[in-house]
């Protein structure tokens, strides 16, 4: 198959050619993953259920063109670690071109986490853990993009690496956005939307569709997990989700009005944060900017960092001139003196000169997001058309059974504050913990 020839390129040209005859994948596909790796569409998802060998097609479908020159494929995953476990895609990735490797046919470069293939041609490997992660590739040119596990990324990282698929010079290979992945996950929702309700092409697979998986023994491991997210792996069930019941996602409708016209607004910051590695999971340092016009209210920002106290310092205080001294802070204070002693220096420090006030919880995160929960279904509050609304509404829906709850604590806390006048909502009226009793029961 020539792919410098104006003739087109046809599916069985794809299979044989750069499937059955590449000499870089050592089994044969499915016939499920035959049926997604001769598709020409630009983006196309596969998957479902677990155990439908959805890394193994994803691989498979970097793989094709290796062997014409100047040909660039790069997969991401969330973070490092998840690509380089045992059994993962990059492990596997290893593990096929191990013999390439060993006669060094094949170069693997540790340090930028690609494969170079005698013709020149290149398979990446990339994460997307920061807010800024995206940014590191947009000098990058790419044929082939693929996403491992989509639904544990943000669609913001999603939609910005599609600006580096780009094609070579006098060739015809077909330029392809593929991806792999379960149910379940933060990304669950507009993934959903893109791909199983939406017009771009999602080839589902199930654990039937994978003759070369122990399916009894398989079956037994998924038994264990509970109904939701068993449901979502073993039947690739798009339409069960963890949905706590304090918050629905249509409660909230967009405004794209100017945010001048809210007259009152305050940033609600909840530090609670560490710096994440590869072996934690940390809450997120959190700052909610609300603004209010009489009794209605709008989401207009959100800053959602993971990073060291010297860095977080830096954000709120980048953060309150791109604000602006009109706008109020409220920081939450939680713990003893030293918390209390933190604002304070920043009171005379980073945020001198501007309206900032501490704010004590009272009661437990469920009682105080009930504050807001009700006029969110009254239809009081909008949201702000922006990239983070994917983060803020599946945090919200997810409520209190999800793995974060840093959004909805500074969501609470900013109605507080800035709508305390407003029906009996005070935050004296919250129920303040039992202290006799601070494992249940509220005074």
């Not at 974060?404 to 109605?415: E, L, M, N, Q, T």
């Not at 935050?427 to 006799?436: D, H, L, S, V």
Request: include cysteine; glycine fraction near 8%; proline fraction near 5%.
């Amino acid at each position: 198959m020539s792919l410098t020839s104006n003739k087109p390129i046809l599916p069985s040209e794809l299979f044989y050619d750069t499937l059955l005859e590449n000499p870089y994948i050592p089994h044969d596909p499915t016939i499920k993953q035959a049926e997604f790796l001769v598709r020409l569409e630009k983006e196309c998802l596969y998957g479902g259920a677990a155990g439908g060998g959805k890394s193994d097609a994803l691989l498979m479908a970097a793989l094709m063109f290796v062997e014409v020159p100047g040909y660039a494929a790069i997969i991401f995953r969330e973070s490092f670690s998840d690509l380089a476990l045992p059994g993962a895609i990059m492990d596997r990735a290893t593990e096929w071109l191990g013999p390439y490797l060993n006669d060094k046919t094949i170069h693997w470069d540790d340090k930028i986490k690609t494969f170079t293939f005698p013709s020149g041609s290149t398979l990446s490997f990339g994460y997307l853990t920061g807010p800024r992660d995206r940014f590191r590739y947009q000098s990058a040119e790419f044929q082939f993009i693929g996403f491992d596990e989509l639904t544990q990324l943000k669609e913001r990282d999603y939609r910005y690496l599609m600006s580096r698929l780009r094609r070579l010079v006098n060739t015809h290979i077909p330029l392809r956005i593929r991806a792999a992945s379960n149910p379940g996950g933060m990304g669950h929702d507009w993934v959903k939307d893109r791909f199983v309700l939406g017009d771009k092409l999602f080839i589902p697979a199930k654990l039937d569709d994978n003759p070369h998986l122990d399916r009894e023994e398989y079956i037994k491991t998924l038994m264990e997990l509970d109904p939701v997210t068993r449901a979502q792996l073993m039947n690739g069930d798009w339409e069960i989700g963890i949905e706590g019941n304090l918050f629905k996602r249509y409660w909230f409708k967009f405004n794209d009005i100017a945010d001048n016209f809210w007259n009152k607004k305050l940033r609600f910051w909840d530090l609670a944060a560490t710096e994440k590695n590869n072996t934690n999971e940390p809450d997120w340092c959190t700052g909610l900017l609300l603004g209010r016009h009489e009794n209605k209210g709008c989401v207009l920002d959100i800053v959602h960092i993971r990073l060291r106290p010297a860095e977080v310092e830096a954000t709120i205080a980048h953060t309150a001139r791109l604000d602006g001294q009109n706008v109020r802070i409220a920081i939450e204070q939680e713990g003893g003196a030293s918390a209390k002693l933190l604002i304070d220096t920043w009171k005379r420090g980073i945020l001198k000169g501007y309206m900032v006030d501490s704010a004590r919880p009272s009661g437990n995160k469920v009682v105080r997001a009930k504050v807001v929960s009700a006029p969110s279904e009254r239809g009081e509050i909008d949201v702000k058309p922006a990239g983070w609304n994917s983060e803020f509404f599946d945090e919200l829906t997810r409520f209190p059974e999800g793995a974060h709850d840093d959004i909805v604590d500074s969501f609470s806390g900013a109605y507080a504050e800035l709508f305390g006048d407003l029906n009996g909502v005070k935050k004296e009226n919250i129920p303040k913990r039992n202290k006799k009793n601070p494992r249940g029961g509220f005074t």
